[in-house]
């Protein structure tokens, strides 16, 4: 039982050891003062020339509009976190999730009869059936974006190598007129070091991305039955030697909490199950790996589950260990549902795709 | 002055396919009728373990004495409704669902009382945790 009032608390997510309605009236306290600072200021801004002569009359330019922002943001912040405590007051958390329940419905009148989706914890990304195989079904999408990566080290690489060639221009221009800045040279010996770094990290990026081709996974069917059999075809490209080429059938729980300002997030393998291996393979150009592969999802197990805090997650994962350089891992995810769970209308499904 | 008491009923022994009907029951007592704010009753899911809990109620109503309702809210009240066909119940690893009948107590003082019971929906095996893939077992050498 917590007790009333405690300095000191534990917080970790929503969980807190403290007395729930001393936090709560605390918030509210905290958001109305906020608000109401704001409030003031904003009347004192404006009534403040009308009231006493000797101030400057209210004109908007220069710092005042920072002013404004500031004292805005004052009112706006503090006057939602008081409308959002107030109903977390009001309201239990069930009455909350059955308002979200109606908004929701109301919300999607236009396009269905109101009854919202059937089965909503199920996640239906519209990239998971609306890319059609060349073998199988459907082409899975991956979840993993090495082109992101490409473009974040690019980028940094152009931005910080530009950034210290003008530093390094700076102190030798200094030097040739005669002026020398040793402090601003003995600087830029760390710029340059990084800068030398994210050249090669850049060229390793490239050089994995040339090697190590695009892996194409095709599944026959979308969304999966716990129980349920299903045909994969796995093709990898590429010019590289691999000790091993493995893929692999993975279920995930996956939780996120917030601790202080952090967000923290778990992960936990709790189905594994390696679905075909390949040793010593050989990737030339235009002669990729290709796969099929027989599998199962095992029966009774979790379906795939997706809620905002926590999530069971299914997904095929291709590795693959090189000789030397760093491992080749994506993953595809998969829906999974219920043996006996009404058909599943996926966005982006057409129905007449599976009979191919 | 002693809690008051909710009583809420289960049909059968607490486990459920998914679409099956069942009609449960509540009920108030060991509290005046002046005394009671509202009454909230639902049934829900939510999940507990690492990460922050997440909640969605299927059904839902709250009862409050001359708004809602004009007799004693006292009364057995007996609730029928359709078990949808996810999430299942699940006893994770990192994550757990439960499904569960809610009935919330508001009195005029501010007290506020909460009953649930829980029931399964489903028979998905409980999950334990294995090693993924390119995970090594890491296992303590026994001491000689």
Same mark, same amino acid.
């Given at each position: 039982?917590?007790?009333?009032?405690? !300095?000191?608390?534990?917080?970790?997510g929503?969980?807190s050891?403290?007395?729930?309605?001393?936090?709560?009236?605390?918030?509210?306290?905290f958001?109305?003062?906020?608000?109401?600072l704001?409030?003031?200021?904003l009347?004192?801004l404006?009534?403040?020339p009308l009231l006493?002569?000797?101030?400057?009359?209210?004109?908007?330019?220069g710092?005042?509009?920072?002013?404004?922002l500031?004292v805005?943001?004052f009112?706006?912040?503090?006057?939602?976190?008081l409308?959002?405590?107030l109903?977390?007051?009001?309201?239990?958390?069930e009455?909350?999730s059955a308002?979200?329940?109606?908004?929701?419905?109301l919300?999607?009148?236009?396009?269905?009869?109101?009854?919202?989706?059937?089965?909503?914890?199920i996640?239906?990304?519209?990239n998971?059936?609306n890319? &059609?195989? !060349?073998?199988?079904? $459907?082409?899975l999408?991956?979840?993993?974006?090495?082109?992101?990566?490409?473009?974040?080290?690019?980028?940094f690489?152009?931005?910080?190598n530009?950034?210290?060639?003008?530093?390094?221009?700076?102190v030798?221009?200094? $030097?040739?007129?005669?002026h020398a800045?040793?402090?601003?040279?003995?600087?830029v010996?760390p710029?340059?070091?990084?800068?030398?770094w994210?050249i090669?990290?850049?060229a390793v990026?490239l050089s994995?991305?040339?090697r !190590?081709? &695009?892996?194409?996974?095709?599944?026959?069917?979308? &969304?999966l039955?716990?129980?349920?059999?299903f045909?994969?075809?796995v093709?990898?490209?590429?010019?590289?030697t691999?000790?091993?080429?493995?893929?692999?059938l993975?279920?995930?729980e996956?939780?996120?909490?917030?601790q202080?300002?952090?967000i923290?997030? %778990?992960?936990q393998v709790? $189905?594994?199950?390696e679905i075909a291996?390949?040793?010593n393979?050989?990737?030339r150009s235009g002669?990729?790996?290709?796969?099929?592969? %027989?599998s199962?999802?095992?029966?009774?197990?979790?379906?795939s589950f997706?809620?905002?805090?926590?999530? =069971?997650?299914?997904?095929? =994962?291709?590795?693959?260990?090189p000789?030397?350089?760093?491992?080749?891992?994506?993953p595809?995810?998969?829906?999974v549902?219920p043996?006996?769970?009404p058909?599943l209308?996926?966005?982006?499904t057409?129905h007449?795709?599976?009979?191919d | 002055m002693?809690?008051?008491?909710?009583?809420?009923?289960?049909p059968?022994?607490r486990s459920y396919?998914?679409g099956?009907e069942?009609t449960?029951h509540y009920q108030i007592?060991?509290?005046?009728?002046?005394?009671?704010?509202?009454?909230?009753?639902?049934?829900?899911?939510?999940?507990?373990?690492?990460?922050?809990?997440d909640?969605s109620?299927l059904?839902?109503?709250r009862r409050?004495?001359g708004?809602?309702?004009?007799g004693?809210?006292r009364?057995m009240?007996?609730v029928?409704?359709?078990l949808?066909?996810?999430?299942?119940s699940?006893?994770?690893?990192?994550l757990k669902?439960r499904?569960c009948a809610?009935?919330?107590?508001?009195?005029?003082?501010?007290r506020?009382?909460l009953e649930e019971?829980?029931?399964r929906?489903g028979?998905?095996?409980?999950?334990?945790?294995v090693?993924?893939?390119?995970?090594?077992l890491?296992?303590?050498?026994?001491?000689p």
């Amino acid at each position: 039982m917590p007790k009333r009032f405690r !300095i000191w608390v534990k917080k970790q997510g929503s969980r807190s050891t403290s007395a729930r309605r001393v936090g709560e009236w605390g918030e509210l306290a905290f958001f109305a003062i906020w608000f109401l600072l704001g409030l003031a200021s904003l009347v004192y801004l404006l009534a403040a020339p009308l009231l006493f002569e000797e101030t400057v009359p209210w004109e908007l330019g220069g710092g005042r509009w920072l002013v404004l922002l500031v004292v805005s943001s004052f009112i706006l912040l503090g006057g939602r976190g008081l409308v959002v405590t107030l109903l977390q007051i009001r309201a239990s958390r069930e009455r909350r999730s059955a308002l979200a329940h109606n908004a929701a419905r109301l919300a999607s009148l236009p396009e269905s009869d109101g009854d919202g989706p059937l089965m909503p914890t199920i996640p239906r990304g519209v990239n998971l059936t609306n890319s &059609p195989g !060349i073998r199988l079904a $459907y082409r899975l999408p991956t979840s993993h974006h090495g082109a992101w990566e490409m473009l974040v080290a690019c980028s940094f690489c152009i931005i910080w190598n530009a950034l210290t060639l003008f530093l390094a221009r700076e102190v030798w221009k200094g $030097y040739a007129q005669g002026h020398a800045m040793p402090l601003a040279a003995v600087a830029v010996v760390p710029f340059l070091a990084i800068g030398v770094w994210s050249i090669r990290f850049f060229a390793v990026q490239l050089s994995r991305q040339a090697r !190590i081709g &695009p892996t194409l996974v095709e599944i026959s069917q979308q &969304p999966l039955r716990t129980g349920q059999a299903f045909a994969c075809f796995v093709s990898q490209s590429g010019s590289v030697t691999l000790k091993q080429f493995t893929v692999h059938l993975v279920c995930e729980e996956e939780t996120t909490c917030h601790q202080g300002t952090d967000i923290r997030f %778990d992960r936990q393998v709790v $189905y594994h199950e390696e679905i075909a291996r390949r040793e010593n393979v050989e990737l030339r150009s235009g002669q990729p790996l290709e796969i099929e592969i %027989d599998s199962e999802i095992p029966p009774s197990f979790m379906h795939s589950f997706q809620a905002p805090h926590n999530a =069971v997650v299914w997904k095929l =994962v291709v590795r693959g260990e090189p000789h030397r350089g760093p491992l080749l891992e994506r993953p595809f995810p998969i829906v999974v549902v219920p043996e006996d769970a009404p058909e599943l209308e996926m966005a982006g499904t057409s129905h007449d795709r599976s009979a191919d | 002055m002693i809690d008051p008491l909710i009583s809420i009923r289960l049909p059968g022994r607490r486990s459920y396919e998914p679409g099956q009907e069942i009609t449960w029951h509540y009920q108030i007592d060991a509290v005046r009728p002046a005394d009671v704010a509202a009454i909230e009753a639902s049934v829900l899911w939510y999940t507990i373990g690492k990460g922050e809990s997440d909640l969605s109620v299927l059904f839902f109503e709250r009862r409050v004495p001359g708004q809602t309702e004009v007799g004693d809210l006292r009364e057995m009240r007996s609730v029928r409704l359709t078990l949808p066909p996810t999430p299942l119940s699940y006893d994770g690893v990192l994550l757990k669902i439960r499904w569960c009948a809610r009935v919330r107590l508001f009195l005029r003082s501010g007290r506020e009382f909460l009953e649930e019971q829980v029931f399964r929906l489903g028979n998905v095996r409980p999950a334990r945790a294995v090693v993924g893939p390119g995970q090594q077992l890491i296992t303590v050498a026994e001491t000689p």
